[in-house]
Structures are given as C-alpha cells and as structure tokens.
C-alpha cells in the first residue's frame, strides 16, 4: 500500500513569494493532517481535514496560511506572501476514520525562505 | 510547562542492553498517546500506540502512568538499527484531532 506522499521535497523561495505544497493521504483515508517543524522545535499542528471539510485549523500561523482539499483526495497548503519564519519542514499526516489519532506521515517538505 | 516533555538524549547504550525513557504530559483531557520514530532528515514513523495502561510490541514496551502523567517506552535487546529519534506524542484534547509532540529523545545505540 501506498504511503502519504508530499510535492515537493524541497522549495527555497524568496521573502514575499508563493509556494504551494501538496500532500497526498493514503488512499481510504479520510482524515488529513498538516504540521510543521520550524529548526529547534518540536512538531507542531496546522490543521486538520475529515474529507473536503475543516474541521480544526487551530494551528494555522496566521492568514497567509491557506489550505484546501478539494474533493476530499490529495490537499494543498499555500503560503503567500512567505515570510522568513515561515521556513521549516511541513508534514502531511494522514489516518483512518475510526482511528483519527494513529496518523502516518509523510516525508515532508523542506521550505527554506530567503 | 511544556505540554509535552522528553529528554533530549543523546543516549548512548551499548548494543544488547535495555533503555528506557519518558515522556511526560500536562493535559490531564488526553486520552491517547503514542510513540513514533524518527530517523535523521526523514518522516516520523507510527512505532506504537498506548491507550490504556500498556502496550507491548516484539522488543518494545510502551506504558502509560495517568496518576503520573507520563509515558515510557522500553527497548529491550537493543539493535544498531534503533538508533534514532523517538517522539511521544498525545491527542489535543478538547475535541481536537491533532497530535502534541515532544521534541523527541536521541537514543544511540553503539556496537
């Protein structure tokens, strides 16, 4: 079976840019995650889909953050404009219904800003 | 207080020997905690879940202390190959779905 996969891999981008992350879940998973590792610091949650829907984005940073799972398959998290902080490596988790908390992760995204 | 707290480690045992270490919690609401591993510059890896007293899994070991608030993980018979970082995570609760992370233990496991 397929493990959750993340696009890209890398991104340096530079202060006020746009980047666009991708995250696909394993497949029959309803349940989709976002978090982030910023250097030093622990794992921390952006937000959370069941399906298409929100349910919790209680860790988005702020406005510049804008995550969408259209369809209830693969999801993308934008970050426009970036800022310096915003560099880290960004994990895509995904889980069963009926098992929403035992979450397997993807390999991430490394975003470095400028 | 830190929601979730772990030793950073390094610690460094001898191949064969058994380690143990803890993670402790402050929200009293979870339920659910688990231990993933995490190896250098990868994805952290699901290795166990503990949602009620234990858990027990080949070499590992995974309890959990609610009077205490912690939770442990033994490693019996450790390998080479363990070496790595170990996360303790919870559940949020309160109605979230997210996981709170420690910052892991850097366990190293020399030949």
């Known amino acids: 079976e397929a493990g959750v996969t993340q696009f890209p891999s890398h991104s340096v981008i530079e202060k006020g840019q746009t980047v666009t992350l991708r995250c696909d879940p394993i497949?029959?998973?309803?349940?989709l995650y976002w978090y982030r590792r910023v250097m030093g610091k622990e794992i921390k949650f952006l937000l959370h889909?069941?399906?298409?829907?929100?349910?919790?984005e209680s860790g988005m940073p702020n406005n510049r953050f804008l995550a969408e799972r259209t369809g209830g398959t693969y999801s993308t998290l934008k970050v426009q404009p970036a800022e310096l902080e915003d560099s880290g490596v960004y994990f895509c988790?995904?889980?069963?219904?009926?098992?929403?908390?035992?979450?397997?992760f993807g390999p991430g995204t490394r975003l470095t800003v400028t | 207080r830190k929601e979730v707290e772990q030793d950073p480690g390094p610690f460094n045992v001898p191949e064969g020997a058994t380690v143990a270490f803890n993670c402790t919690y402050s929200?009293?609401?979870?339920?659910?905690f688990f231990w993933y591993r995490q190896d250098c510059r990868k994805e952290p890896k699901l290795l166990m879940s503990?949602?009620?007293s234990g858990n027990e899994d080949g070499r590992f070991t995974a309890q959990l202390n609610r009077a205490s608030q912690y939770i442990s993980l033994l490693i019996r018979d450790s390998k080479l190959s363990d070496s790595a970082t170990y996360l303790c995570?919870?559940?949020?609760?309160?109605?979230?779905?997210?996981?709170?992370f420690g910052k892991g233990t850097h366990l190293i496991i020399q030949p």
């Open positions: 988790a995904s889980s069963q219904w009926r098992a929403r908390y035992e979450q397997y």
């Open positions: 497949s029959g998973h309803d349940n």
């Open positions: 889909f069941v399906k298409e829907s929100k349910q919790d």
């Open positions: 929200n009293s609401a979870s339920q659910s």
């Open positions: 503990v949602y009620s």
């Open positions: 995570a919870g559940e949020s609760g309160g109605g979230a779905d997210g996981l709170t």
